[in-house]
T-cell receptor
Framework: LAKTTQPISMDSYEGQEVNITCSHN???????ITWYQQFPSQGPRFIIQ???TKVTNEVASLFIPADRKSSTLSLPRVSLSDTAVYYC?????????????FGTGTRLQVTL | NAGVTQTPKFQVLKTGQSMTLQCAQD?????MSWYRQDPGMGLRLIHY???????DQGEVPNGYNVSRSTTEDFPLRLLSAAPSQTSVYFC???????????????FGSGTRLTVV
């Protein structure tokens, strides 16, 4: 299973754009990249998923370069409520979905 | 509301006691998993199931048993609780296809377990 590396923590001011990069050098051909958000005392929540290029939804954008060895989660104009831990996972194809491994994630702190 | 329901939310056990953490989902998901999360750490996979009657071990299975008699339920049993099992336990489910528009895993709200 592909191992991921993310920054341990990031700080941002409210209203700024935040980009969190995840490296996954040994990603497999059929692996997808998925990001989760976790607030204190809650279970992780799915944010976005992609395979290549760019994916955008109402919450975030996910940028994946052609070699797929890294990905960047972009949160536009963060607010205090975006303070959370963000996890990058790779895998998810049938047969490997249940073995997804969470790393320690990136702790994002948003302040005024 | 559809989702993953975990009970109890909090539990205190004495060393050596046994108990079962309950997990139920109403989304007809094939995959169900149990994770534990220790303070300041990521989630670690305990056991998982790809369908009724099928279970397998994850990263940290020792001291835990699971069974999957129905699609909806995936209980986690602590056989003889130890202080090292003090943690927050999360149950998660997903459809067999977790890519594309499927939305990945759905997690429960967790069970906070303390073993004294």
């Amino acid at each position: 299973l592909a191992k991921t590396t993310q920054p341990i923590s990031m700080d941002s001011y409210e209203g700024q754009e935040v980009n969190i990069t995840c490296s996954h050098n040994n990603i497999a051909t059929n692996d997808y990249i998925t990001w989760y958000q976790q607030f204190p005392s809650q279970g992780p929540r799915f944010i976005i998923q992609g395979y290549k290029t760019k994916v955008t939804n109402e919450v975030a954008s996910l940028f994946i370069p052609a070699d797929r060895k890294s990905s960047t989660l972009s949160l536009p104009r963060v607010s205090l409520s975006d303070t959370a831990v963000y996890y990058c996972l790779v895998g998810g194809n049938t047969g490997t979905a249940s073995k997804l491994t969470f790393g320690t994630g990136t702790r994002l702190q948003v302040t005024l | 509301n559809a989702g993953v329901t975990q009970t109890p939310k909090f539990q205190v056990l004495k060393t050596g006691q046994s108990m079962t953490l309950q997990c139920a989902q109403d989304m007809n998901h094939e995959y169900m998993s149990w994770y534990r999360q220790d303070p300041g750490m990521g989630l670690r996979l305990i056991h998982y199931s790809v369908g009724a009657g099928i279970t397998d071990q994850g990263e940290v299975p020792n001291g835990y048993n699971v069974s999957r008699s129905t699609t909806e339920d995936f209980p986690l049993r602590l056989l003889s609780a130890a202080p090292s099992q003090t943690s927050v336990y999360f149950c998660a489910s997903s459809s067999i296809i977790t890519t594309g528009e499927s939305g990945g895993y759905t997690f429960g709200s967790g069970t906070r377990l303390t073993v004294v």
